[in-house]
Protein backbone atom coordinates (compact mmCIF):
# COMPACT_ATOMS: atom_id res chain seq x y z
CA UNK A 1 0.00 0.00 0.00
CA UNK A 2 0.95 3.52 -0.28
CA UNK A 3 3.41 5.27 2.31
CA UNK A 4 3.65 8.59 4.08
CA UNK A 5 5.67 9.86 6.08
CA UNK A 6 6.21 11.88 9.27
CA UNK A 7 9.30 13.90 10.86
CA UNK A 8 9.77 13.89 13.45
CA UNK A 9 7.35 11.32 15.66
CA UNK A 10 7.94 13.35 18.90
CA UNK A 11 9.05 17.09 19.14
CA UNK A 12 8.94 19.37 22.80
CA UNK A 13 9.25 22.84 22.28
CA UNK A 14 8.71 25.84 24.79
CA UNK A 15 6.42 28.02 24.44
CA UNK A 16 6.38 30.75 22.65
CA UNK A 17 9.08 28.73 19.83
CA UNK A 18 7.50 27.74 16.29
CA UNK A 19 7.86 23.99 15.45
CA UNK A 20 7.69 22.54 11.70
CA UNK A 21 6.26 18.86 11.24
CA UNK A 22 6.67 17.72 7.40
CA UNK A 23 4.58 14.86 5.98
CA UNK A 24 5.97 13.14 2.83
CA UNK A 25 4.39 10.64 -0.11
CA UNK A 26 7.21 8.15 -0.45
CA UNK A 27 6.20 5.98 -3.07
CA UNK A 28 3.12 8.33 -4.67
CA UNK A 29 2.43 11.57 -5.72
CA UNK A 30 -0.39 13.41 -3.56
CA UNK A 31 -2.24 16.02 -5.61
CA UNK A 32 -3.59 16.89 -2.24
CA UNK A 33 -2.67 16.35 1.82
CA UNK A 34 -4.98 17.03 4.95
CA UNK A 35 -3.70 17.88 8.44
CA UNK A 36 -6.00 16.49 11.18
CA UNK A 37 -5.22 16.82 14.79
CA UNK A 38 -6.67 13.91 17.52
CA UNK A 39 -6.71 14.54 21.39
CA UNK A 40 -6.89 11.54 23.51
CA UNK A 41 -9.67 9.23 22.89
CA UNK A 42 -10.93 11.02 20.52
CA UNK A 43 -11.61 10.93 16.63
CA UNK A 44 -9.93 12.96 13.71
CA UNK A 45 -10.81 16.65 13.46
CA UNK A 46 -9.45 17.77 10.10
CA UNK A 47 -7.48 21.20 10.35
CA UNK A 48 -6.78 22.02 7.03
CA UNK A 49 -6.59 20.57 3.22
CA UNK A 50 -3.66 21.18 0.71
CA UNK A 51 -3.34 20.92 -2.75
CA UNK A 52 0.37 20.92 -4.30
CA UNK A 53 1.18 24.77 -5.15
CA UNK A 54 -2.04 26.30 -3.92
CA UNK A 55 -3.11 28.13 -0.42
CA UNK A 56 -4.42 25.51 2.11
CA UNK A 57 -7.69 25.38 2.57
CA UNK A 58 -8.58 25.60 6.50
CA UNK A 59 -11.65 24.22 8.50
CA UNK A 60 -13.46 27.04 10.57
CA UNK A 61 -12.44 28.01 14.24
CA UNK A 62 -8.64 26.88 12.73
CA UNK A 63 -6.18 29.94 12.40
CA UNK A 64 -4.19 29.91 9.41
CA UNK A 65 -1.82 32.63 11.00
CA UNK A 66 -1.28 30.03 13.86
CA UNK A 67 -1.10 26.60 11.44
CA UNK A 68 1.02 27.25 8.48
CA UNK A 69 0.29 24.67 5.88
CA UNK A 70 3.17 24.75 2.61
CA UNK A 71 2.91 21.84 0.45
CA UNK A 72 5.30 23.12 -2.30
CA UNK A 73 5.60 19.53 -3.87
CA UNK A 74 3.39 16.54 -5.09
CA UNK A 75 5.38 14.44 -2.11
CA UNK A 76 5.88 16.87 0.77
CA UNK A 77 3.60 19.37 2.83
CA UNK A 78 4.75 20.96 5.57
CA UNK A 79 3.02 21.98 8.71
CA UNK A 80 4.31 24.82 11.09
CA UNK A 81 2.35 25.84 14.39
CA UNK A 82 3.99 29.12 15.52
CA UNK A 83 4.02 31.21 19.04
CA UNK A 84 3.33 27.25 20.21
CA UNK A 85 0.95 27.21 23.59
CA UNK A 86 1.01 24.35 25.82
CA UNK A 87 -3.21 23.91 24.64
CA UNK A 88 -1.04 23.18 21.29
CA UNK A 89 0.05 19.92 22.52
CA UNK A 90 -1.34 17.10 20.66
CA UNK A 91 -1.24 14.59 17.85
CA UNK A 92 -1.11 15.77 14.68
CA UNK A 93 -1.56 13.78 11.78
CA UNK A 94 -1.22 13.92 7.70
CA UNK A 95 -2.67 12.10 5.00
CA UNK A 96 -1.61 12.34 1.38
CA UNK A 97 -4.40 11.59 -1.33
CA UNK A 98 -3.31 10.74 -5.20
CA UNK A 99 -6.06 10.96 -7.64
CA UNK A 100 -8.22 8.63 -6.55
CA UNK A 101 -10.83 8.02 -3.31
CA UNK A 102 -7.89 6.54 -0.81
CA UNK A 103 -6.57 8.81 1.80
CA UNK A 104 -3.37 7.68 3.15
CA UNK A 105 -2.13 8.42 6.81
CA UNK A 106 1.05 9.09 8.40
CA UNK A 107 2.66 7.69 11.69
CA UNK A 108 1.56 10.97 13.30
CA UNK A 109 3.56 13.65 15.81
CA UNK A 110 3.22 13.76 19.36
CA UNK A 111 3.62 17.34 20.35
CA UNK A 112 4.45 18.63 23.88
CA UNK A 113 4.85 22.41 24.74
CA UNK A 114 6.10 23.31 27.84
CA UNK B 1 -23.12 18.53 6.33
CA UNK B 2 -22.30 15.11 6.61
CA UNK B 3 -22.65 13.88 10.26
CA UNK B 4 -21.29 10.48 10.70
CA UNK B 5 -22.22 7.99 14.00
CA UNK B 6 -20.31 5.16 14.52
CA UNK B 7 -21.66 2.11 17.34
CA UNK B 8 -20.65 0.74 19.75
CA UNK B 9 -17.71 3.08 21.27
CA UNK B 10 -16.33 -0.26 22.90
CA UNK B 11 -16.52 -3.61 22.13
CA UNK B 12 -14.99 -6.37 23.81
CA UNK B 13 -15.19 -10.29 22.46
CA UNK B 14 -13.37 -13.66 22.56
CA UNK B 15 -10.44 -14.64 20.72
CA UNK B 16 -11.93 -16.87 17.48
CA UNK B 17 -15.68 -14.65 17.42
CA UNK B 18 -17.02 -12.15 15.24
CA UNK B 19 -16.72 -8.42 15.64
CA UNK B 20 -19.19 -5.93 14.23
CA UNK B 21 -18.87 -2.18 13.93
CA UNK B 22 -21.61 -0.22 12.55
CA UNK B 23 -22.03 3.68 11.22
CA UNK B 24 -24.48 5.76 9.66
CA UNK B 25 -24.55 8.80 7.75
CA UNK B 26 -26.35 11.67 7.07
CA UNK B 27 -25.85 12.89 3.25
CA UNK B 28 -27.53 10.92 0.80
CA UNK B 29 -24.76 12.14 -1.60
CA UNK B 30 -21.68 10.35 0.18
CA UNK B 31 -20.01 7.67 -2.01
CA UNK B 32 -16.82 6.19 -0.96
CA UNK B 33 -16.79 4.54 3.15
CA UNK B 34 -12.96 3.83 4.39
CA UNK B 35 -12.75 2.20 7.40
CA UNK B 36 -9.22 2.81 9.75
CA UNK B 37 -7.24 0.82 11.88
CA UNK B 38 -5.31 2.99 14.39
CA UNK B 39 -3.46 1.42 17.31
CA UNK B 40 -1.84 3.49 20.18
CA UNK B 41 0.68 6.13 19.22
CA UNK B 42 -0.02 5.74 15.49
CA UNK B 43 -1.46 7.07 12.75
CA UNK B 44 -4.46 5.64 11.23
CA UNK B 45 -4.45 2.38 8.19
CA UNK B 46 -6.78 1.77 5.70
CA UNK B 47 -7.62 -1.66 6.15
CA UNK B 48 -11.03 -1.79 3.71
CA UNK B 49 -12.82 0.72 1.80
CA UNK B 50 -16.43 0.73 -0.47
CA UNK B 51 -17.27 2.73 -2.72
CA UNK B 52 -21.60 3.56 -3.09
CA UNK B 53 -21.61 1.28 -5.80
CA UNK B 54 -21.09 -1.73 -4.32
CA UNK B 55 -23.10 -3.45 -1.27
CA UNK B 56 -20.50 -5.85 -0.06
CA UNK B 57 -16.80 -6.31 -0.13
CA UNK B 58 -14.27 -8.59 1.49
CA UNK B 59 -10.92 -8.90 2.27
CA UNK B 60 -9.86 -12.03 3.75
CA UNK B 61 -11.43 -11.96 7.70
CA UNK B 62 -12.24 -8.66 6.96
CA UNK B 63 -15.87 -7.51 4.98
CA UNK B 64 -17.93 -4.41 4.71
CA UNK B 65 -21.02 -4.23 3.98
CA UNK B 66 -23.16 -0.82 2.81
CA UNK B 67 -27.09 0.13 3.08
CA UNK B 68 -27.61 2.85 0.66
CA UNK B 69 -31.32 3.32 1.51
CA UNK B 70 -30.95 3.47 5.32
CA UNK B 71 -27.04 5.16 4.89
CA UNK B 72 -25.65 2.99 7.05
CA UNK B 73 -22.44 0.67 6.44
CA UNK B 74 -20.79 -2.04 9.20
CA UNK B 75 -17.62 -3.47 9.31
CA UNK B 76 -17.26 -7.37 10.38
CA UNK B 77 -14.58 -9.18 11.47
CA UNK B 78 -14.08 -12.64 11.39
CA UNK B 79 -12.08 -14.91 13.30
CA UNK B 80 -10.63 -12.41 15.86
CA UNK B 81 -7.56 -12.51 16.92
CA UNK B 82 -5.64 -10.18 19.68
CA UNK B 83 -4.04 -8.72 17.50
CA UNK B 84 -7.17 -7.46 15.99
CA UNK B 85 -7.26 -4.73 19.18
CA UNK B 86 -7.71 -1.28 18.14
CA UNK B 87 -9.08 1.67 17.79
CA UNK B 88 -11.74 1.32 14.70
CA UNK B 89 -12.57 4.42 12.41
CA UNK B 90 -15.78 4.31 9.62
CA UNK B 91 -15.65 7.54 7.69
CA UNK B 92 -17.90 8.55 4.85
CA UNK B 93 -16.69 11.04 1.79
CA UNK B 94 -18.39 14.34 1.46
CA UNK B 95 -17.42 16.87 -1.36
CA UNK B 96 -17.51 20.25 -0.28
CA UNK B 97 -16.61 23.28 -2.92
CA UNK B 98 -15.36 20.74 -5.17
CA UNK B 99 -12.76 19.54 -2.80
CA UNK B 100 -13.51 15.75 -1.22
CA UNK B 101 -13.27 15.51 2.53
CA UNK B 102 -13.52 12.38 4.92
CA UNK B 103 -15.95 12.63 7.47
CA UNK B 104 -14.80 10.39 10.48
CA UNK B 105 -17.23 8.36 13.08
CA UNK B 106 -16.01 8.70 17.09
CA UNK B 107 -14.20 5.43 17.03
CA UNK B 108 -14.75 1.82 18.05
CA UNK B 109 -11.84 0.67 20.95
CA UNK B 110 -12.08 -3.06 19.80
CA UNK B 111 -10.46 -5.92 22.68
CA UNK B 112 -9.96 -9.13 21.99
CA UNK B 113 -9.94 -11.24 24.79
CA UNK B 114 -7.49 -14.24 24.72
Known amino acids: GAVVSQHPSRVICKSGTSVKIECRSLDFQATTMFWYRQFPKQSLMLMAT?????????EQGVEKDKFLINHASLTLSTLTVTSAHPEDSSFYIC??????????FGPGTRLTVT | GENVEQHPSTLSVQEGDSAVIKCTYS??????FPWYKQELGKGPQLIID?????GEKKDQRIAVTLNKTAKHFSLHITETQPEDSAVYFC?????????????FGQGTRLTINP
Open chain 2, 27 to 32: DSASNY
Open chain 2, 91 to 103: AASIIIQGAQKLV
Open chain 1, 50 to 58: SNEGSKATY
Open chain 2, 50 to 54: IRSNV
Open chain 1, 95 to 104: SARDYTYEQY
